[in-house]
């Protein structure tokens, strides 16, 4: 069974960074599209960035655009997100997900790590 | 950017009950909608793809139905472990956009 875990949040102060990452146990991998997912507290869920299985499309949402990286390595069965210029605004629990075809349907979620973004 | 508007915010329930769930997209997505239910410090697990399809391992209680831009899920008798949110989420393009999200409570 598939299982993505991410790891990398924490505290951190305004104007700083942090890279997120987000390990599948899969032997697939390589063959998905990828994104990431966040929410705020007690707020819904919000998309933040989209990359394609071999990384020649990247996207990303216009609250992040800029400041958010999103890359993977095929090798390490791991996707990242590098956030730079983080703001009180990005306090949130940030999710991976797997991106299954035809559908686009996001069927594997990790767990979730939390980056809480304060002086 | 599509806009996905769920009715009703939340509601509540008792077990038993049939719950539907409506979800508006501001274009047409033909079927590509996902239903994703989420409970309290867990992850979103998906439960209904492009529209109408049960995710493996989702109890078939569960069904969705719609197309274009009009898109329902239905519970048909709610269990215990159904009191959740539930968000609907197009795929049709990107941004993928989600709805805000319906709260199902006790009764």
């Known amino acids: 069974e598939v299982q993505l875990v991410e790891s990398g949040g924490g505290l951190v102060q305004p104007g700083g960074s942090l890279r997120l990452s987000c390990a599948d146990s899969g032997l697939t991998f390589s063959t998905y599209s990828m994104t990431w997912v966040r929410q705020a507290p007690g707020k819904g869920l919000e998309w933040v960035s989209y990359i394609s299985p071999s990384s020649s499309l990247m996207y990303y949402a216009d609250s992040v655009k800029g400041r958010f990286t999103i890359s993977r390595d095929n090798a390490k069965n791991s996707l990242y997100l590098q956030m730079n210029s983080l703001g009180a605004e990005d306090t949130a629990v940030y999710y991976c997900?797997?991106?299954?075809?035809?559908?686009?349907?996001?069927?594997?979620w990790g767990q979730g790590t939390t980056v809480t973004v304060s002086s | 950017d599509i806009q996905m508007t769920q009715s009703p915010s939340s509601l509540s329930a008792s077990v038993g009950d049939r719950v539907i769930i409506t979800c508006r997209a501001s274009?047409?997505?033909?079927?590509?909608v996902n239903w994703h239910q989420q409970k309290p410090g867990k992850a979103p697990k998906l439960l209904i793809y492009?529209?109408?399809n049960l995710q493996s391992g989702v109890p078939s209680r569960f069904s969705g139905s719609g197309s274009g831009t009009d898109f329902t899920l239905t519970i048909s008798s709610l269990q215990p472990e159904d009191f959740a949110t539930y968000y609907c989420?197009?795929?049709?393009?990107?941004?993928?956009?989600f709805g805000q999200g319906t709260k199902v409570e006790i009764k």
């Open positions: 492009a529209a109408s």
């Open positions: 997900a797997r991106e299954n075809r035809p559908s686009n349907r996001m069927d594997v």
């Open positions: 989420q197009q795929s049709y393009n990107i941004p993928r956009t």
């Open positions: 274009q047409s997505i033909i079927d590509y």
